[in-house]
């Protein structure tokens, strides 16, 4: 199973991004997916995550309104589109895959058994 993130980059405050995860060698429709975020010197956090079947989500406080993510079964993809950042968002994005199939969306990171190799996003103030 492999998780390929890709789509950060350098912005300014007040742009937007959108971030992809593409994942090969697995079901992917059958497993809840989520996006963390890691920056420097501070602990892996929750942003989103969102159901295996599409139908629910949820988001951290910190972004809630702001991002949205979404999946793309045929594509084996799910996004993460990012509005209104702010510098506090400058962190490496993490794609991971729920353990186990069609276990219900989770916020905590032990309960994700597969991660991307991140993408690094900097908001610049």
């Known amino acids: 199973v492999q998780l390929q993130a890709s789509g950060g980059g350098l912005v300014q405050a007040g742009d937007s991004l959108r971030l992809s995860c593409v994942v090969s060698?697995?079901?992917?429709?059958?497993?809840?997916m989520g996006w963390f975020r890691q920056a420097p010197g501070k602990e892996r956090e929750f942003v989103a995550a969102i159901s295996w079947s599409g139908l629910y989500t949820y988001y951290a406080d910190s972004v809630k309104g702001r991002f949205t993510i979404s999946r793309d079964n045929a594509k084996n993809t799910i996004n993460l589109q990012l509005t209104s950042l702010n510098p506090e968002d400058t962190a490496t994005y993490y794609c991971?895959?729920?353990?186990?199939?069609?276990?219900?969306?989770?916020?905590?990171?032990?309960?994700?058994?597969?991660w991307g190799q991140g993408t690094q996003v900097t908001v610049s103030s």
């Open positions: 991971g895959r729920r353990n186990g199939r069609y276990k219900e969306l989770s916020l905590d990171s032990y309960e994700y058994d597969r």
């Open positions: 060698g697995s079901t992917f429709s059958l497993y809840a």
